[in-house]
């Protein structure tokens, strides 16, 4: 047992350890810069009319990363695991069936408060294309990330490969965007729209963002790129437009390697090593108990030893 586990841990260090890993903030990317506290930063995005700031930041890389490379945005004071934020969707919406965009009436409530386009004071109007229900509706889905980022042209980011295969096939239908963060109306816009193709399945970013993360930081897969990356220093140009700054969270940007252990993570290993050298040196104590006879003989397998049997031959009397 000891040996076994040490045998599963000594490795997942060293592959843990072999993860490289490059992180860069950019809350001060462009105009940005000039906003000293968060709420300056809030308030400059407010002003911006949904289109942020926009500039560069280097990613230095020292050592050489091999393929495949992840590249990660990452938030903090986030909580998407919030009870309110989580419940705030509809998956029958999202996989098309049952309830439709135009299903009003018995579709209302689900996705409070970010139903209809308009937000928390959101109104329906009767008036409005399919009386305004958004779709896809709710706040996880309004609130969709929209900060965007690019590397030089010799790297290849692949975005179309960063869902996960199951939530593409399975967890949404390939509707079209309605009355969904238009740019017709930035005041109600939480987020981005579709903005990688017309269906939903096109939008992986989006499905990404759609699975809840369970921490309060956390990051969340913006692009796989394909290619050995020697050391240098990356330029990303970053378009900040996501507003995090009116609970003080931050934007960073990570570049980032995995192993076979699935990423930077020494815990697992040095648990599966205290285990192992913990129960070595039981293992041992008990052998060294045994020879020197202090421990009490008894046969082998006798099963009125166990609790419960006893138990029960109490209860037959
Ligand atoms: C609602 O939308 C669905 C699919 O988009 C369509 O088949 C259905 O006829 C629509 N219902 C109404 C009442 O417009
Ligand atoms: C989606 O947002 C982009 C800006 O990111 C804008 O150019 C586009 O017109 C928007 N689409 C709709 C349907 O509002
Ligand atoms: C981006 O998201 C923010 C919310 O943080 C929103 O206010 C802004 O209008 C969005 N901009 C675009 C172009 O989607
Ligand atoms: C989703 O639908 C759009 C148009 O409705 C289409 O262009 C696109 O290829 C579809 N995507 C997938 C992944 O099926
Ligand atoms: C990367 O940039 C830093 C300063 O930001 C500089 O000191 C360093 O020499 C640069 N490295 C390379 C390989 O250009």
Known sequence: MGILLLALGIPILVGSHGVKEFTVNYDNVGALGNQRTFEDKNTFMFSQNGNGASGTVTIPVTSTMKQPVYLYYQLSKYYQNHKRYVRSRDDKQLAGV?????DTASNRGIC???EFLGGPDGHFEANAPNGNIARPCGLIAWSNFNDTFSLP???????????WEYDIEHLYANFT?????????PQYRGGGNFSQGPGMRDNQHLIVWLRPSAHRTFRKLYGVIHQDISPGNITVTVNSRYNTYGFGGQKAIVLATTSWVGG?????GIMYIIFGVLALVVALGFLLTYQMGLMKRRRFGDPSYLSWNRHANLMAR
């Open 112 to 114: 409070n408060p970010e």
């Open 264 to 268: 930077k993570n020494d815990f697992l």
């Open 153 to 163: 042209p010799q790297y290849n980011v692949r975005e179309d490969e960063i869902a």
């Open 177 to 185: 965007e309605e009355n969904y963060n238009p740019s017709t109306a």
């Open 98 to 102: 049952g309830k439709q965009a135009n």
